[in-house]
């Protein structure tokens, strides 16, 4: 069977368009800083479409939308942070990033208690998870959880335990 299908760059460009939009995955990234200096690295890697060719790269499904925030140069992890905002989950604790906070989406950090996470500035949220390391139920005994103003809405965010299969949506948290 043949792998490459070389009519492709033949198809009309609204076909080729709509197959390279159904290339694009959900995905958990997770992004940090490294270093004393503001320099951005993740693990995770680049994303298929963007190894194809030219034309998938323009199409413009990913972007480096964190480039002001500095990226990561050191010959051992030379990967540059592209991202889908509209569909990826970012992972990272939101107040490392306020200047960029604005354009998280989908955002997921990791709760530890008697720390304080400021979504603020996180104003375009449509979902949040949280993973909390010594359990969700914190957030119910606690005022935090009424406390916060949630952009995307209490009924879009959840709560998980690491380990876990188990989630909570938040809006549980008050029944």
């Known amino acids: 069977m043949a792998t490459t299908f070389h009519l492709f760059p033949y198809l009309p460009w609204e076909l080729r368009a709509r197959i390279w939009e159904l290339t694009v995955e959900l995905r958990t990234v997770e992004i940090g800083f490294t270093g004393k200096s503001v320099r951005m690295r993740s693990p ?10 030219r034309e998938a790269r323009n199409i413009g499904l990913y972007k480096k939308p964190f480039s002001e925030v500095g990226a990561q140069r050191e010959r051992s992890e030379n990967r540059q942070v592209w991202l889908n905002l509209e ?20 955002l997921k950090f990791r709760y ?17 998870q949280i993973s909390c390391e010594n359990g969700f139920h914190r957030w119910a005994l ?8 949630w952009h995307c809405g209490k009924e879009n965010v ?9 989630t909570l949506a938040g809006i549980e948290l008050e029944e």
């Open 44 to 53: 995770t890697q680049v994303p298929a479409i963007l190894h194809a060719c």
């Open 87 to 106: 569909i990826d989950m970012i992972y990272t604790f939101p107040g490392k990033f306020r200047r960029v906070a604005a354009s998280f989406q989908r």
């Open 112 to 128: 530890v208690p008697f720390s304080f996470v400021n979504l603020d500035y996180c104003q375009n949220l449509k979902e949040v």
């Open 142 to 149: 606690h005022e935090c959880w009424s406390g916060y103003h």
């Open 158 to 166: 959840l709560f998980s335990e690491p380990g876990s299969d188990q």
